[in-house]
């Protein structure tokens, strides 16, 4: 399988189709966006950057219990986390380079700016929100499966790891495989 398409988008997937691709007023209905599967999850991206002008993206999440987000950086992306649903175990460093762990409760919102290492696992199944600076919302899409339907009991698609070096090199994020947290104390 090649991934020349993740160096160039426009020779792969087209991820267009219910975004208006450009900045103009739209409505998504519940359900609606375009939807990726990645390991467990369903990702669907609300609005792009094609969308902002490259400023942000928008994305949620659909998370069974058990999924761990490997711990990562990116070097230009912001990233939030806002629980809708469930639990989340949002791991970070912090201003000082501490090794923090905050439980995310339904209502709760973390923020992780570029350059800082952070990790998460869903600890009780999980919808969230996210907010990504402009582009970086694609990721999922290039290291996921397109899928039409936002059921969490569709199969898990499992990339393969040069999938996963050549979406993360086009969207500048680094994987920290040594990186270890400390145990959660709440």
Do not use: C
Request: charge should be negative; glycine fraction near 10%; proline fraction near 10%.
């Amino acid at each position: 399988m090649s991934f020349e398409y993740l160096i160039d988008p426009a020779k792969g997937p087209q991820w267009q189709g219910l975004l208006p691709g450009k900045p103009q007023p739209y409505v998504l209905r519940r359900g609606e966006g375009e939807h990726a599967k990645l390991f467990g999850d369903v990702f669907t991206v609300l609005l792009s950057g094609d969308e902002t002008q490259g400023q942000f993206g928008i994305i949620t999440a659909d998370s069974p219990a058990g999924d761990v987000i490997p711990t990562h950086s990116h070097n230009e992306t912001h990233e939030t986390f806002y629980v809708l649903e469930g639990k989340v175990r949002l791991f970070f460093e912090d201003g000082d380079g501490a090794k923090q762990s905050q439980l995310l409760t339904p209502g709760d919102f973390g923020y992780v700016p570029a350059g800082f290492a952070h990790a998460y696992q869903v600890v009780e199944h999980a919808r969230m929100m996210g907010t990504l600076s402009g582009g970086f919302e694609r990721f999922f899409q290039h290291m996921g499966a397109p899928t039409d339907s936002t059921s969490p009991d569709q199969p898990p698609f499992i990339p393969d790891f040069p999938r996963m070096q050549a979406a993360a090199q086009q969207h500048n994020m680094q994987f920290k495989p040594d990186f270890e947290w400390p145990e959660p104390t709440a």
